[in-house]
């Protein structure tokens, strides 16, 4: 718990759409300093040992768009151990962390002259329990092509489903609040052309 010191989790991957806690609030959040990348081989959950799947981490870069959920005081620490469990499993491949993350609040105000709606955002820098990738951990996909990561992506399945679904699924949460990552936009398009090319029969 000493690497979280707040009620906020920042999430970029798979907590976007599937955070599997309850929380009170759930705000879209920029956290400066890393980018989302596809870059950790998954032993369990979206592959297995004998053909390791890909899912997303946090690397050094410029900045990363996602959402930050605020949870209840007293469900600190059960939610803590919970999300060790589910990022950590089976090896403990991302590091937590508190960093600063901006947090966007969107209000609907009524025009004092006329009828219409206003949609004002204001922004609050919060601590929020991060998951950076671990450069150094075996998981860490060092020295991959992107030809190797995109037919990995479009075969690897897991305990949890395919990368496949799993990098769809991101984008979809993405382009539903309005976040654009052309990286994995072009990315997906390749594994989607991948995937087709596997089922196609031959002639």
Known sequence: MQAWRSCWIFAYGSLMWNPGFPFKRKLEATLK???RSVCMYSYEARGNR??????????????????AFEVEEG?????????????????????????????????VFSSSLTDDKILQSTYTDVEALCF?????????????????RINIISKAKGTRGTSHAYLEATLVCLRDCGISDSELEDLLLLVQDQVRLSIVPPN
């Open 132 to 148: 950076i990738a671990d450069p150094d951990h075996e998981q860490f996909a060092k020295a991959i092509t992107h030809e190797q």
């Open 75 to 107: 469900m600190r620490e059960k939610i803590y151990n919970d999300l060790i469990q589910r990022e950590n499993t089976p090896l403990a491949c991302y590091i937590p962390c508190s960093l600063p993350v901006c947090v966007y609040e969107k209000d």
């Open 50 to 67: 004998e053909f390791p799947g890909l899912v997303l981490g946090l690397i050094p870069g410029k900045h990363v768009h996602g959402f």
């Open 33 to 35: 300093g890393y980018t």
